[in-house]
């Protein structure tokens, strides 16, 4: 069965810092990849995705992630955070062979300190 | 345009009781899914319909639960003789059903089982 890891529960970070949070998935086929976002108060709404091609992917923000297909591994990355990246952040996986169905990570609680 | 709604936005109920909770998709969403929120559990998946297709029931976690989604669009999560376990956000999404699979959220629905 397919699950989604995130090793790190809370993260508090200074501005400017940088960030890695960590996203590994268990499964042998090809995927699609995601992360949402959750700001106080607010729906969640995607970050970034991946399909194919590049695995270095733009979202929105400043946000990046990279994915390594050999290590399982999608992490999300940002060069200088801001007080208004203060969030929860999930990793979700699809298996790319038709279905809908989606597996979403426990989340990270990112705290920016201003 | 207009976004998923849900309703109603809280319900708090007593132990036993029944309760309904509401999904309007995005018009044109082939699918729709219902997930569980609950705190340090990330996003759990319930059920998803897509189309005319059978719907995938494999997160639903006892009989108590059931889905219906009537004419392609509105969506019922019923709940029948709750428990305090049931006590989460559910939260319903929508996706246009195209190859892009990314999922739009709507606000949720906070239940408190008493």
Do not use: M
Not at chain 1, 49 to 60: A, R
Not at chain 2, 40 to 68: H, T, W
Not at chain 2, 103 to 112: D, E, H, K, S, V
Request: proline content about 4%; some cysteine.
């Amino acid at each position: 069965a397919q699950s989604v890891s995130q090793h790190n529960h809370h993260v508090i970070l200074s501005e400017a810092a940088s960030l890695e949070l960590g996203c590994n998935y268990s499964y042998g086929g090809t995927v699609n990849l995601f992360w949402y976002v959750q700001y106080p108060g607010q729906h969640l709404q995607l970050l970034l995705k991946y399909f194919s091609g590049d695995p270095l992917v733009k979202g929105i923000k400043g946000f990046e992630a990279e994915f390594i297909k050999s290590k399982f591994s999608f992490n999300l990355r940002k060069p200088s955070v801001q007080w208004s990246d203060t969030a929860e952040y999930f990793c979700a996986v699809n298996a790319a062979s038709g279905t809908y169905k989606y597996i979403f990570g426990t989340g990270t609680r990112l705290k920016v300190l201003a | 345009g207009a976004g998923v709604s849900q309703s109603p936005s809280n319900k708090v109920t007593e132990k036993g009781k029944d309760v309904e909770l509401r999904c309007d998709p995005i018009s044109g969403h082939t699918a729709l899914y219902w997930y569980r929120q609950s705190l340090g559990q990330g996003l759990e998946f319930l059920i998803y319909f897509q189309g005319n297709s059978a719907p995938d029931k494999s997160g639903l976690p006892s009989d108590r639960f059931s889905a219906e989604r009537t004419g392609g669009s509105v969506s019922t999560l019923t709940i029948q003789r709750t428990q305090q376990e049931d006590s989460a956000v559910y939260l319903c999404a929508s996706s246009p059903g195209t190859e892009t699979y990314e999922q739009y959220f709507g606000p949720g629905t906070r239940l408190t089982v008493t």
